[in-house]
């Protein structure tokens, strides 16, 4: 079923792109379940044989051990060359723009290229970033993760910008020439004040997420205490670990939801909600119960530490 689905699959592009849609739809998506199907039960067939079995057991320790690591860095290095590419392209694109002003037809494509890059650099940032790290190698990577969000978020909004202004440029340059002049400019400020608000938000969440953790400790440290009521202290933690839990979700680069980065990921939150309520309520009777938790707290306020603007 496989190599037959493959074939099908295979047959169909050559007949969708000889004009016979229907056959070749209909051969794409029935060799493509085919291929799906034969797939899953070569994978049953293929877990009764030894030598796959060990083949793939190298090769994921092998993975685990070093590769991955490689891979990882592999990826941080591709994010790297994307935005200094992106850069040095926008730059080589307004000097092409300079050069030859009249030639629409020669610099359409760069719009779609902008447009391309203010869509999906975010998303290649996710991807560059490392996939579920051990926690100690996630705390130590917290701060350098928050300034790649940021920068990539920064670019990302400037190739928009540069998108929207080679748009007019391209529309309007053999119609309305003097109308460029303003656009540029406005188009300009904005991203300057964008750029300037982005890296505020940081400043502002990492100001506020260091001075919410700074009362979170001292309210773990009184609990052991013997004054006043150990329900108002337990209350006091829980209450301020709200406040932390809530700038952790929050993301550092932009308002959206879906299109930003959390400044940690959510199941990193979820574990540390789970331990800190423990320690909160083993710590009435050991003064120690907390020390893992303090270890976290600690390398969240190293990673803010750098970034606090207590009037931004």
Not at 101 to 125: K, N, R, Y
């Amino acid at each position: 079923m496989l190599p037959i689905g493959f074939a099908a699959n295979v047959w169909g592009n050559e007949l969708y792109s000889e004009s016979r849609h229907w056959a070749g739809l209909a051969l794409f998506f029935g060799g493509l379940a085919l291929a799906v199907r034969g797939a899953k039960s070569w994978r049953g067939i293929s877990n009764g044989w030894q030598t796959p079995k060990r083949i793939r057991l190298w090769a994921s320790l092998k993975w685990d051990s070093g590769w991955k690591k490689y891979w990882e860095s592999a990826k941080l290095t591709v994010w790297a060359i994307i935005v200094l590419g992106l850069l040095l392209y926008g730059w080589k694109v307004l000097g092409g723009i300079l050069n030859q002003p009249d030639g629409i037809t020669v610099h359409f494509p760069h719009t779609l290229s902008m447009m391309l890059a203010w869509g999906l650099l975010p998303f290649v940032a996710q991807w560059a970033e490392p996939n579920d790290p051990p926690r100690a190698v996630l705390l130590k990577l917290l701060g350098s993760k928050i300034w790649r969000a940021v920068i990539t978020r920064t670019v990302a909004n400037c190739a928009g910008f540069y998108f929207a202004g080679l748009s007019v440029y391209t529309l309007t340059f053999t119609s309305r020439p003097t109308f460029l002049v303003p656009v540029v400019v406005t188009l300009g400020v904005a991203a300057i004040a964008t750029g300037h608000k982005t890296w505020t938000r940081l400043r502002k969440l990492s100001t506020q997420l260091y001075g919410n953790v700074q009362e979170l400790k001292r309210d773990l440290a009184a609990i052991p205490g013997n004054t006043g009521n150990i329900e108002d202290r337990l209350n006091s933690a829980r209450r301020s670990w709200d406040l932390v839990s809530l700038d952790l979700w929050t993301n550092v680069d932009t308002g959206y939801g879906l299109l930003g980065t959390p400044f940690l990921p959510g199941d990193i939150v979820a574990e540390l909600a789970l331990a800190m309520e423990e320690s909160i309520v083993a710590l009435e009777h050991d003064k120690n119960a907390a020390k893992d938790v303090l270890i976290f707290l600690d390398a969240i306020q190293e990673a803010c530490f750098a970034r606090i603007d207590s009037v931004a």
